[in-house]
C-alpha cells in the first residue's frame, strides 16, 4: 500500500478479552475472545459475531492480552527499531499460522508507551501504539467486554 | 392329461426332471451373477424405481456407504499422528479396502483458496455486500469496509487488497462457509481437539460397492483386531460396521432359528408318525422348498438382505404343512396305492394357492425386503406341493407296510377339540374377541411407521458415531434438497433462488446451517448482475471514501468488470475449494442435479411447505419417505386383506355354501383380530410387520378351514392340523428370540394367531353338520 492505513481508538484489555474501540476514521468497536471475533459499529447497540474458532484471531487476541507460552510461540529478545528498547519476538510454531503470518514483536518503551508490530506474509505491517492509561473500566466498557 | 393318475413312478421321474431344471438354473444363475447377501440395514427398504432422481439419490446414498471414518485419539498429539500414520498403513495391507486416507496434503489451504478466486473478484459479492451496495449509503458500505481492514493479519484482506480495493473479494471470503472447521490441517494431519485429547481423521473406503455380509465382516474383524495394537483410543464409524454388525447378528439368528426348526420339525415327525420314510419326506420337502425359494432370489434379485434371509426361515414351518397334510393321508387312511394322495389333494392345491396369494400381495410391495420374504415364500411352497404331490406317493407309499396307530395325546386332543366344538362355544368365542380387542383398543398406541425403529443397533456403535460427529462437530441431517435442470447454469440460478428461500429459514430458527455449491460459486447471471451493481455502485460514488483512506486516485474497479470470463462450474469444480464440493453436483443423462445439505433442522414441515414454490427441488429424506412408504403400505395391506376376505368368501361360498363359507372365513378374521389385539398388550403399538403377519395367518386359517371343510372333524386331520399348528408355532415362536424387533412383532402375530385358528378352524364342521 502507497498510503498506511491509520486509524485511533483505544484497547482496553481485561483478562483474556480485547475490545479495540476506534474513534478514527469512524467509530467503531471489535471484541477479540479466545473464541470469536464481534464487531459493533456506532449505529448499533448489540455486538454481532465476525469470525467464530478462527487460530489467527486466538493469535491476536493472545498477543494483545499477553496470554502466551513458548509451546505455541518461538520467543526471542529483539531490538525495537529505534535500538532503544528490548521487545520481545515472537514466531508462531502452528503450522497453520506459519502459512498467513510471520511475526509480532512487543517493545516496552519509556513513558507507558507500547508498541505491537504485527506481520504477516506479504509483508503487510500492522504496527500498534499504545499509551498505556490505568484508568477504571466503565460500566459501558465492562459490558461490552463481558459479551456474549 | 391327468397327472394325479399317473403311476407314482412316473410322477417321481416328473418330480426329478423339473427339480433337475430347477437345480440346473441355481448352479448356472449363481455362476453367472453370484449370490451376494446384503447386510445394509439402511438398504432394508430400498424402494425400486428406476427414475433419474431415484438413481441420483441411490448414487448420494452409495458415496456415503462407501466411506469409513476413523479418529484416533491420543493426549499426545505426536503419538495421535503416528498411530494414525501406522493405522493407515495396516489398513492399506488389507485386501478389501480400496482408499485410505490419513494425511491431506491437498487440502485448500486460505491462501490458495484467495488465489483461486482473484481472478473473479468483483463478480462475487456476499449478500451483505451486495444490499450495502444497493442501499446506496456510502458511509454503511465504508464502516463494512473499515471493519475487514481493523481485523489485523485477516489474510483475506492483505492477499486481496492490491487487487481489489473494493474488499469485496476479502469480504466474500471471510464468511463462515470454509468447511471442517474444527478440523486442523497439521504437517499433513486433519486434527481435532476434544476434551484434552488430539484425534487424527483417517478415512478409508471398501472396495465393492455394496456391503457383502462376507466383506463386511472381514473388513471390521480386521480392523477390530488392529485396534488393541495401538496405544490411542480408535473411534469408528461408517455404514460398514452397521453391516458387520447385521450379518454377524443375521448369521447367528438364520442358523439358529434354522437349525431348531428343522429339529422342532424333525421331532414332531417322528412323534406323530414315527417312520424313517416320514422323516425322509418332510426333510426333503424342507430342502427342496429352500432350493426353490433360493433359486428364485439368485434370478431375480442382484443382493439378498440377510433380514429376508431370517424372516424366510418361517417357510419351514410353512412347507412342513405339505407335508403333514400327506403323511396323515398316507399313514392313517386306507388310500390307494397308485394314487394314495387322491383324497387330499385338493385341499393341499387349496392350501398352497391360499398362502402363495396371501404372499403374492407382498411381492407387489414397494419394497425389496417384502419382495424377497414372498418371492422365496412362493416359490419355495411351490416347490413343497410339487414334491408332496409328484415324489410323496413314490417315496413313502410303497414302504409303509403297518400303518402306526395314532398317538394316545393326538386321540385326547382331538376329544377335547370337539368337546370345545360341540360346546355353544361361539357365544363364548364372540364374548371372549369383544372383550380383548376392546382392552386392546384401549391399550392401543397407534401404527409406528418409523423405519428405524425395525433394527436394533448395538449401543457400541451408536456411541462411536455420536463420539465422532461430537469430535468433528456434525451436525447434518439425513435430509438433502435435490435441485434439477437441464444445464448447470439454470441448476445454479434455481438454488440460488432456493438459499434465499433457506437465509429466511435459518433468520427464523427453523434450520441451522445449508451447505450448497452457490455459497461458493454463484451463477453467470449472478455474476454479471453483481458486475453491474459494482459499476452503479462507483457511479454513485459509493466507494469514495474507501480510495480515499486508501490513497487510491485511479477507478477502483477492475478495467474489464464487463468481460465475459465469468467463473464457471468445470473451471470452479476443478480449483482447490471446488474439489471439496464434487459430490454435491452431478450429471445424470444430461440433466444437472445439485444438492443442498441441511444442519440442524427445526422445522422440515415449514421447509417443505416453501419448497412448493420452486421448481424441480425436491426435499429428499429416505428414512421419512420410507416410512411414509410403509404407512400407505399398511393401509393398502388392510385393504387388500378385506378384499382377500371376500375372495375366499366367493370360493368357499361356491363349493361349500354360504354359512360354511361365512364361518370359514370368520375363522382367520376372528384369529388376525385377537392376535394383532394380543400383540397390543405385548408390544402397545403395531407395526408393518404384525400386517404382515395377518396375511400369513388368513392364509393359514383358509388352509385349516379348507381341511376341515373338506374333511370333517377326522382324527387325521386333527393331527395334520395340530402338526401344522405345532410346525407354525414352533418356527414363529423362535422368532420372538430374534434380536430385530421387525422379526419380533411378525414371529409374535403369527404364533398368537396360529393357535387361535388352531383352536377355532373345527367350528367349520359344526356348521357343516348343521348345514347336512
Not at chain 2, 367 to 382: D, E, K, M, N
Not at chain 2, 556 to 570: G, M, V
Not at chain 2, 680 to 704: H, P, R, W
Request: proline share 3%.
Amino acid at each position: 500500500m502507497s498510503v498506511p492505513i491509520v486509524s485511533h481508538g483505544r484497547f482496553i484489555v481485561d483478562g483474556k478479552r480485547v475490545l479495540w474501540q476506534t474513534t478514527s476514521p469512524i467509530k467503531s468497536e471489535i471484541l477479540l475472545t479466545d473464541t470469536a471475533v464481534y464487531k459493533r459499529s456506532s449505529t448499533n447497540k448489540t455486538f454481532k459475531l465476525l469470525v467464530k474458532e478462527s487460530p489467527i484471531n486466538r493469535m491476536i487476541t493472545a498477543v494483545l492480552t499477553g496470554n502466551f507460552n513458548d509451546r505455541d510461540w518461538l520467543l526471542s529478545v529483539a531490538e525495537s527499531a529505534d535500538f532503544s528498547n528490548s521487545c520481545l519476538k515472537m514466531l508462531p510454531k502452528s503450522p497453520q499460522l506459519v502459512a498467513v503470518f510471520t511475526s509480532a514483536t512487543l517493545c516496552n518503551q519509556a513513558n507507558n508507551q507500547r508498541q505491537v508490530l504485527l506481520v504477516d506474509k506479504q509483508n503487510n505491517k500492522t504496527l500498534i501504539e499504545m499509551n498505556i492509561s490505568k484508568e477504571q473500566l466503565t460500566p459501558e466498557d465492562k459490558l461490552s467486554l463481558e459479551h456474549p | 392329461l391327468n397327472i394325479l393318475e399317473w403311476s407314482p413312478k412316473t410322477k417321481a421321474l416328473l418330480w426329478f426332471s423339473q427339480c433337475l431344471v430347477i437345480l440346473v438354473m441355481l448352479v448356472l444363475s449363481y455362476l453367472v451373477n453370484p449370490i451376494v447377501v446384503n447386510s445394509d440395514i439402511s438398504r432394508l427398504f430400498k424402494s425400486q424405481g428406476h427414475s433419474d432422481i431415484n438413481t441420483v439419490n441411490n448414487q448420494i446414498a452409495q458415496q456415503a456407504v462407501k466411506s469409513q471414518i476413523l479418529l484416533v485419539g491420543n493426549t499426545d498429539k505426536s503419538h495421535a499422528i503416528a498411530d494414525s500414520k501406522l493405522l493407515a498403513a495396516q489398513l492399506l495391507s488389507l485386501n478389501e479396502i480400496a482408499h485410505v486416507k490419513s494425511t491431506y496434503d491437498n487440502l485448500p489451504t486460505i491462501n490458495r483458496i484467495v488465489l483461486q478466486y482473484l481472478p473473479y473478484r468483483q463478480w462475487l459479492l456476499s449478500d451483505k455486500y451486495k444490499r450495502l451496495l444497493e442501499s446506496k449509503q456510502p458511509d454503511k458500505l465504508f464502516e463494512h469496509q473499515f471493519t475487514l481492514l481493523n481485523q489485523m493479519v485477516d489474510p483475506n484482506v492483505s492477499l486481496t487488497l492490491e487487487a481489489d480495493l473494493t474488499l469485496s473479494l476479502a469480504d466474500y471470503l471471510s464468511r463462515s462457509y470454509l468447511p471442517t472447521n474444527t478440523l486442523v490441517l497439521e504437517n499433513g494431519s486433519l486434527i481435532a481437539q476434544h476434551n484434552n485429547k488430539y484425534y487424527v481423521l483417517v478415512v478409508f473406503e471398501s472396495n465393492a460397492s455394496g456391503l457383502d455380509i462376507n466383506e463386511s465382516q472381514k473388513v471390521v474383524t480386521a480392523i477390530k483386531q488392529l485396534l488393541p495394537t495401538h496405544q490411542s483410543e480408535v473411534l469408528y464409524t461408517g455404514s460398514i460396521f452397521y453391516a458387520s454388525e447385521a450379518s454377524s447378528t443375521g448369521q447367528f439368528e438364520m442358523s439358529l432359528f434354522g437349525t431348531v426348526s428343522i429339529l422342532i420339525m424333525l421331532l414332531l415327525v417322528w412323534w406323530g408318525y414315527r417312520h424313517v420314510s416320514s422323516l425322509l419326506a418332510t426333510l426333503s420337502i424342507i430342502v427342496i422348498s429352500v432350493l426353490y425359494g433360493m433359486c428364485a432370489l439368485v434370478i431375480a434379485f442382484d443382493e439378498i438382505s440377510i433380514v429376508a434371509l431370517i424372516f424366510s426361515i418361517t417357510l419351514i414351518g410353512i412347507s412342513a404343512d405339505y407335508s403333514f397334510h400327506s403323511l396323515s393321508e398316507i399313514f392313517f387312511t386306507r388310500c390307494m396305492p397308485k394314487n394314495p394322495l387322491k383324497e387330499v389333494h385338493r385341499s393341499l392345491s387349496m392350501g398352497f394357492l391360499t398362502t402363495a396369494a396371501g404372499y403374492l400381495v407382498l411381492l407387489f410391495s414397494p419394497f425389496i425386503l417384502f419382495q424377497q420374504i414372498a418371492l422365496f415364500t412362493i416359490v419355495g411352497l411351490a416347490g413343497a406341493y410339487l414334491t408332496a404331490v409328484l415324489l410323496f406317493p413314490w417315496l413313502i407309499a410303497n414302504k409303509v407296510v403297518n400303518t402306526p396307530p395314532l398317538p394316545p395325546f393326538i386321540i385326547w386332543l382331538n376329544n377335547q377339540h370337539r368337546k370345545l366344538t360341540n360346546y355353544e362355544s361361539t357365544h363364548y368365542i364372540v364374548l371372549i374377541t369383544v372383550i380383548v380387542v376392546a382392552i386392546a383398543f384401549g391399550l392401543f398406541k397407534g401404527f409406528n411407521d418409523d423405519v428405524r425403529s425395525f433394527y436394533n443397533v448395538t449401543s457400541n456403535i451408536q456411541v462411536n458415531e455420536r463420539k465422532v460427529k461430537d469430535i468433528l462437530g456434525q451436525k447434518d441431517e439425513p435430509q438433502y434438497i435435490l435441485i434439477t435442470g437441464t444445464t448447470a447454469q439454470v441448476v445454479l440460478e434455481r438454488e440460488e433462488e432456493l438459499t434465499m428461500m433457506l437465509d429466511q429459514h435459518v433468520k427464523y430458527n427453523n434450520l441451522a446451517h445449508y451447505k450448497g455449491i452457490t455459497q461458493w460459486l454463484p451463477s453467470i447471471k449472478k455474476q454479471k448482475f453483481n458486475a453491474q451493481l459494482m459499476v452503479n455502485a462507483q457511479a454513485n460514488g459509493m466507494f469514495d471514501k474507501t480510495k480515499m483512506l486508501l490513497g487510491q486516485a485511479t477507478p477502483i474497479l477492475r478495467p474489464d468488470i464487463k468481460s465475459s470470463q465469468y467463473l464457471t462450474l468445470p473451471v470452479w469444480l476443478e480449483s482447490p475449494l471446488g474439489r471439496l464440493f464434487k459430490n454435491q453436483i452431478m450429471n445424470v443423462n444430461n440433466k444437472y442435479y445439485s444438492i443442498v445439505r441441511l444442519s440442524g433442522l427445526n422445522n422440515v414441515t415449514a421447509i417443505k411447505a416453501s419448497l412448493i414454490d420452486f421448481e424441480e427441488s425436491y426435499m429428499v429424506n429416505k428414512v421419512d419417505d420410507i416410512s411414509q412408504q410403509i404407512t400407505q403400505f399398511r393401509e393398502l395391506l388392510a385393504n387388500v386383506l378385506l378384499i382377500a376376505l371376500v375372495a375366499a368368501w366367493v370360493v368357499f361360498a361356491l363349493r361349500f355354501g354360504l354359512k360354511i363359507a361365512s364361518i370359514a372365513i370368520l375363522i382367520p378374521t376372528v384369529s388376525i383380530v385377537l392376535s394383532l389385539a394380543v400383540s397390543v398388550f405385548i408390544q402397545g403399538e403395531l407395526d408393518i410387520f404384525n400386517m404382515v403377519a395377518s396375511i400369513l395367518i388368513l392364509a393359514l386359517g383358509l388352509d385349516y378351514s379348507v381341511y376341515y371343510a373338506e374333511h370333517g372333524f377326522e382324527k387325521t386331520i386333527t393331527i395334520t392340523t395340530l402338526m401344522s399348528a405345532l410346525s407354525s408355532i414352533a418356527v414363529f415362536a423362535i422368532l420372538l428370540l430374534s434380536s430385530m424387533p421387525s422379526i419380533q412383532s411378525f414371529g409374535l402375530t403369527v404364533f398368537i394367531g396360529v393357535i387361535f385358528v388352531f383352536i377355532l378352524a373345527p367350528q367349520v364342521t359344526k356348521w357343516q353338520k348343521a348345514h347336512a
